[in-house]
T-cell receptor, first 113, second 113 residues
Framework: SQQGEEDPQALSIQEGENATMNCSYK?????LQWYRQNSGRGLVHLIL?????REKHSGRLRVTLDTSKKSSSLLITASRAADTASYFC?????????????FGSGTQLTVLP | DGGITQSPKYLFRKEGQNVTLSCEQN?????MYWYRQDPGQGLRLIYY???????QKGDIAEGYSVSREKKESFPLTVTSAQKNPTAFYLC????????????FGPGTRLTVL
């Protein structure tokens, strides 16, 4: 079964608006990662947040992690048409796990010009 | 340029045939992974390898086989035993000892005719 699940499944916004995607997971983790996938392409790593971190920034991206609620959010500020893609959260299996990630089913973001 | 390459980009197979998908990396990463992605879905782990000459089954290994004879290469064979092989296949690698950032190839789209 998949560890991380994104919400919403699809999101459509206007250029310049902020986009927020959420991820929930079930078991303890070492870290949580967000990836981006353009249609028909491989995934690109965006940001990694460790279980002892609460917030992390990278350019227009802001990720939060609430381990008590087993949830994370990805905020993209001042969105651009080029941000149109699918966004996936990925979690490991916690302490002692092998080098595996479990991916959610993704949020399809469409940014309208 | 460092990275992961996959070939071919598109592959067509007749039912009953085995096909092999190539994955090569020059990142000097220890661990390599194969994922399957179906339309609108997340990634599901097929096989992974943490070291040369060793590999482990993922969540959906049935009908697939792999080898890891060289650190740089991790080919995936889709056998005739795989009942529904049409999908997008992604290869990834990671350097760290835990589930750290994964670097993905561009993918191979396999279609069974």
């Amino acid at each position: 079964s998949q560890q991380g699940e994104e919400d919403p499944q699809a999101l459509s916004i206007q250029e310049g608006e902020n986009a927020t995607m959420n991820c929930s997971y079930k078991t303890s983790i070492n870290n949580l990662q967000w990836y981006r996938q353009n249609s028909g392409r491989g995934l690109v790593h965006l940001i990694l947040i460790r279980s002892n971190e609460r917030e992390k920034h990278s350019g227009r991206l802001r990720v939060t992690l609430d381990t008590s609620k087993k949830s994370s959010s990805l905020l993209i500020t001042a969105s651009r048409a080029a941000d149109t893609a699918s966004y996936f959260c990925a979690t490991d299996a916690g302490p002692g796990s092998a080098r595996q990630l479990t991916f959610g089913s993704g949020t399809q973001l469409t940014v309208l010009p | 340029d460092g990275g992961i390459t996959q070939s071919p980009k598109y592959l067509f197979r007749k039912e009953g045939q085995n096909v092999t998908l190539s994955c090569e990396q020059n990142l000097n990463h220890d661990a390599m992974y194969w994922y399957r992605q179906d339309p609108g879905q997340g990634l599901r782990l097929i096989y992974y390898s943490q070291i040369v000459n060793d590999f482990q089954k993922g969540d959906i290994a049935e009908g697939y086989s792999v080898s890891r004879e060289k650190k740089e290469s991790f080919p995936l064979t889709v056998t005739s035993a795989q009942k529904n092989p049409t999908a997008f296949y992604l290869c990834a690698s990671t350097r760290g000892l835990v589930a750290d950032t994964q670097y993905f190839g561009p993918g191979t789209r396999l279609t069974v005719l």
